[in-house]
């Protein structure tokens, strides 16, 4: 089996030669480990630029052998020895040539001793180019480096001829310790899963292999220790570092029956969780499976970019056949050693390696600086669709506020005992699982269990129904009252807050309000989006008054209640029409299809459901809604380095090209135009890294 390239159905080679070779270094140095680049290589052979073989993948271990054993500092000496070797070599030769004049250095001799100048940095970019020619990759960057130092050499200019390859060695070293320290960052903050877990069997703590542990085991987890599973914690409460997930330093509190996720640290006493998912199936395991994958989802810049050099490079070499053979047609003094020497400037100029390089390289960057701030970019695509929202629909419960329901006001009528008519709602509502439920049961405290509860029916939209000590009992909202022909003040159904009715014998007791808590977050977050020129809509299932003063309190554009999932959608391809780049926030199941609809669907990930956040192409791990604009500043970010990169390369380039077909430029300016843009380009896209998104 032959290593070749692979277009896909497009015709666009997503991933350049120069591009491949550069990450595989990169891997190389950084211990030989599987990383990012590699997983979505593999996962996605159909779609990438290359078709690994197993023989071929075995040639590019041996050539780029690295002593993993060794430390960093050695491993930097090793990646630039070959061009520590050819510089001591060319200097000597120079020296010789400039101020030592020894006479025997002439002919065969000098010819030789430039050669060993050349072969440490040429001969791995020939050996490139040559690998490319039988398979079919005639116009890769190496061939048009080969082919421009060998005619320097032809022509006897030896020193320019070691200078490009050089110049070019020493770049691309410096490329792939850009690319290995981007790699390098985003697995350190996303591996954190631990191999092993200490697990309680029969009264007796063993140590297991992770994958090995079962969903309903214990896991016993000391201080300082890292959780490889997911699970509810069954101690009273521990605080946990949730950094690896989140991007947060701030500890988070959990009490018994909280959820705990694999990643988070222990950072008091000991603690025991009891697992609830498999290894692979943990949210952390899906977050690594997230960003492994999202270089295979190309933004439409990398894609034109890849099929552009697909179609530049080839142009560029018969452009430079043209400079040598048709100034013979026209120019009476024509010199061809001076025409030559000028086409392979333009050759060495041509070479597309800045673009191809540092473009793919600024998205992956700006993926990992996305991870750093906990959240999760599914590709670079979504990366620039983040930078062309114009407008943010989002769901409020769970996205803006708490999505935790807590009692605010009880008002009864004083004919009514108080303390029994509660305990009646409570005994009933413990039938129900719904959040409502849930707030009471926190108010009132836990069901006796003593009342005599019969005949309960549940009526849906509108509540519950019951016989409690032989007297008929419901709860629910007004509709439930209205539908038994139960008279009520209409200023109660006006309350802006989730309200349940309560009557007895038919005769109407009053109300419990139970309300929502507004994320810390949401004010500013809504703020941001505003100073960003975003426009903001809520949609919500809750009751319409709820959402109103909520939208009132954030500020919010626009804001709908009562909607059903099916509402959601038919109000979001409204606002898609009016020609804006739309995302859309949400967190529950009912969300998974307005998610999938929008331009870009991004996902609560901490209290989110499994199916938004599958659907999602952005996923918030911590569920803070000031992650919104942070996600939207990361694109925008990302944007403009990538096309500050693009503008650098073809400006230089173009001056460079036509200087050296006029005969202006030396090979020193055409080695500036590839290596050296080559470098600040890389040096730009590794930029967003270290910028802090939380400031700006």
């Not at 101020?99 to 100048?117: Q, V």
């Not at 992650?627 to 694109?635: D, Y």
């Not at 202006?664 to 500036?672: G, H, L, N, P």
Request: charge should be negative; glycine fraction near 8%.
């Amino acid at each position: 089996m032959t290593h070749k390239h692979v277009f896909n159905a497009r015709g666009v080679c997503e991933i350049c030669s120069q591009t491949e070779k550069v990450y595989r270094n990169a891997e190389k140095h950084q211990g030989g480990e599987r990383t990012l680049n590699q997983e979505a290589t593999k996962n996605q052979s159909s779609l990438e630029s290359h078709d690994h073989s197993a023989s071929d993948a075995h040639e590019h271990d041996h050539e780029h052998d690295h002593d993993h054993n060794h430390e960093e500092g050695d491993g930097i000496f090793r990646l630039f020895l070959p061009a520590i070797i050819s510089l001591a070599l060319l200097l000597s030769a120079l020296a010789i040539d400039h101020f030592l004049k020894y006479p025997w250095f002439t002919g065969w001799i000098r010819l030789i001793w430039y050669i060993a100048a050349y072969l440490p940095v040429g001969l791995p970019v020939l050996r490139d180019a040559w690998k490319g020619i039988i398979r079919g990759n005639f116009f890769s960057e190496f061939f048009l480096m080969g082919i421009a130092t060998l005619g320097a050499f032809g022509i006897q200019e030896y020193p320019e001829g070691v200078a490009v390859m050089l110049f070019y060695a020493v770049g691309e070293a410096f490329q792939t310790l850009a690319v290995s320290r981007a790699k390098a960052n985003i697995k350190s903050l996303l591996d954190q899963r631990p191999d092993e877990a200490t697990v309680i069997r029969d009264g007796k703590t063993q140590v297991v292999k992770a994958q090995d542990v079962r969903i309903g085991d214990i896991v016993q987890l000391k201080p300082g220790e890292k959780l490889a599973l997911d699970g509810k914690l069954l101690s009273d409460n521990s605080a946990f570092n949730t950094a690896a997930l989140t991007g947060e330093s701030k500890p988070d509190t959990k009490s018994k029956g909280d959820s705990v996720l694999a990643g988070m640290i222990n950072l008091q006493t000991v603690a025991e969780v009891e697992v609830s998912a498999a290894y692979e199936d943990s949210k952390l395991s899906k977050i690594l499976d997230m960003v492994q994958n999202a270089s295979k989802q190309k933004a439409p810049t990398e894609l034109f970019i890849s099929k552009f050099a697909k179609i530049y490079t080839p142009i560029v070499v018969f452009l430079a056949i043209g400079i040598v053979a048709l100034p013979a047609l026209f120019v009476q003094d024509y010199i061809f050693q001076e025409w030559l020497y000028r086409a392979l400037i333009f050759l060495v100029v041509s070479c597309p390696c800045a673009l191809v390089i540092s473009i793919p390289l600024g998205y992956f960057g700006g993926i990992g600086a996305a991870s750093r701030n906990g959240i999760l970019v599914k590709g670079g695509n979504f990366l620039d669709s983040l930078a062309a929202v114009n407008h943010v629909v989002m769901d409020k419960t769970g996205t803006m506020t708490e999505g935790v329901f807590k009692v605010q006001e009880i008002q009864f009528d004083e004919q009514f005992d108080r303390d029994q008519v509660l305990q009646y709602v409570n005994e009933i509502e413990s039938k129900s699982t719904h959040p409502v439920a849930t707030a009471i049961h926190e108010y009132v405290g836990q069901p006796m269990g003593n009342i005599d509860l019969n005949a309960v029916t549940e009526i849906p939209g509108h509540g519950l129904s019951a016989t409690i000590e032989n007297k008929e009992v419901l709860v629910g909202n007004f509709k439930l009252m209205t539908k038994y022909g139960i008279a009520f003040p209409s200023a109660h159904a006006a309350i802006p807050y989730t309200t349940i009715a309560v009557a007895l014998d038919r005769q109407y007791v009053g109300f419990i309000s139970i309300a929502d808590q507004v994320k810390e977050s949401a004010a500013a977050t809504i703020s941001a989006l505003h100073k960003m020129g975003v426009k903001v809509t809520m949609l919500s299932g809750d009751k319409a008054a709820v959402v109103d003063t909520v939208a009132k309190a954030l500020e919010i554009d626009a804001a709908y209640g009562d909607l059903l999932p099916e509402d959601k959608v038919t109000h979001l391809k409204e606002i898609k029409q009016q020609d804006a780049i739309v995302a859309f926030v949400g967190d529950g199941v009912n969300d998974a299809p307005v998610v999938a609809l929008a331009d870009v669907g991004i996902a609560m990930g901490g209290l989110g459901s499994d199916a938004t956040i599958e659907t999602a192409d952005v996923v918030i791990q911590d569920d803070k809604p000031r992650k919104i604009p942070i996600a939207i500043q990361i694109g925008k970010k990302t944007k403009r380095i990538v096309w500050q990169n693009i503008s650098l390369a073809f400006v230089v380039k173009a001056i460079v090209l036509i200087l050296g077909a006029g005969g202006i430029a030396t090979m020193w300016e055409a080695v500036f135009a590839d290596v050296g843009v080559a470098l600040l380009a890389i040096l730009n896209a590794v930029r967003i890294q270290r910028t802090d998104f939380t400031k700006s």
